[in-house]
């Protein structure tokens, strides 16, 4: 057990305490705000104050985790022993900054609830983010920190042991658009066949006419090998569908469609179906008649989520999630770089900063989708498969969790996504 003395005791404090020594060492601990306790105690034990007099490992606080405002922090961004930091203390201590205001402000998105430039979808962009700015923002840079705080208190308590995590891998996969020519009904289907003419593509013209003819495969019915690759390795994948009524950024197939009820009955016999809350439920009422929707189709309850655009507002939308059932939500990542947005791989329950409470929704981080890949960074498959080997095996070495994030169209190894599914294949092998 460790022992960790603060002056004062808070919310804020307990949620990161927890995060980091529970969740990410598996090692249990207390909190008292009595130097008497604290200074009789013999075991492990960190000194979390400005209080240098006392014995145990010294942790120089700040404020933040003591305040219940949220305003603009001034952060800095220093070069150490531990590379770039934030929430700098005396530099000549072992533990340069507070590692514990540093991991908060991270996870629980602090610099999202203040003013930011969003991009043209109102996104936090990673420009935006102290991790872009401080170079550590393609780091899981929480647990790298945790990793080295507990080398420091095992050398100065031995006894202490802590319960490693294992690496984990949720493999998951978005349908936007079921299919790419079938069950779009008469006007779409005539709209995709002017559009084509008009852009002179008379191949995409045959190549519809002959999937809508039974004589060739729909390319973005990729299911029977979801479902094969899936079994074949043993592993349950997280399905999202996109339920919502068709708009600007929501053209997936009806779900009164026969085909699509019929393939996505076929999808829950061996997947998780979350559901992939549309553009438009960011401004009105209807997620919780897309989840309705959506579970009359395959009879079962949905928990899971992921948002369309993967737009996030704080505390908006996963208070919204909240409301509607959800317990899981795996949309926490960039759409445009490699990296990670709450500065960890690992999951984590969402806390509320304008509640100040932690959760119940528990957050599954992401570093990438195939579509940053391939269209923001215009990788080639081997350069890609080079990026997704390195985050795989730092991951690994964190005992993390990585997070796949793949479309239904990009498995179809076809014009634009040609050598793609042989990059996902490729993870499966890395991921063993």
Known sequence: MLLVYSKNNSSRLNYILKFIFEELLGVKYIITTEKEEYNSFNGAKINYSTDDSLSGLWICSTDLLFSKKIEKQELGIFNSSWGNIIFRTPLNIQIPFDIFSASFYLLSRYEEYLSFNPDEHNRFTPESSIAFKAGFISKSII??????L?????????????????????????????FAYKGKGFYRTLGGFSKSVLKGSFNEVKNRILVLNNKLSDHYDTYKFIREIHLKN???PKVFVLSGKYGKYDKNVKLSNPLFRNKLKELSEFCEIGIHPSYQSNFNDSLKEELQNLESVINKKITISRQHF????????????????????????????????????????????LLEKETELKIYPFAFMERTLRQRLKLTPIEAK????????????????????????????????????????QIFNLTK
């Open 310 to 353: 993967l737009i996030l507002n704080f505390p908006a939308t996963y208070r919204r999630l909240i409301e509607s059932g959800i317990k899981e939500d795996y949309s926490l990542g960039y759409s445009n770089i490699v990296g990670y947005r709450a500065g960890t791989c690992s999951p984590f329950n969402f806390y509320d900063l």
């Open 234 to 236: 043993n592993i349950i």
């Open 143 to 148: 647990n790298i920190w945790t990793k080295k």
């Open 150 to 178: 507990f080398e420091i208190i095992k050398s100065k308590f031995p006894d202490l042991e802590c319960q490693k995590k294992k690496f984990q891998f949720i493999s998951t996969i978005d349908i936007d658009n079921a």
């Open 386 to 425: 080079k990026i997704i080997s390195e985050n795989i095996k730092e991951i690994k070495e964190l005992n993390g969790l990585f997070v796949s994030l793949w479309h239904n169209e990009s498995l179809g190894d076809v014009d634009y996504w040609q050598g793609w599914k042989l990059v996902y294949e």
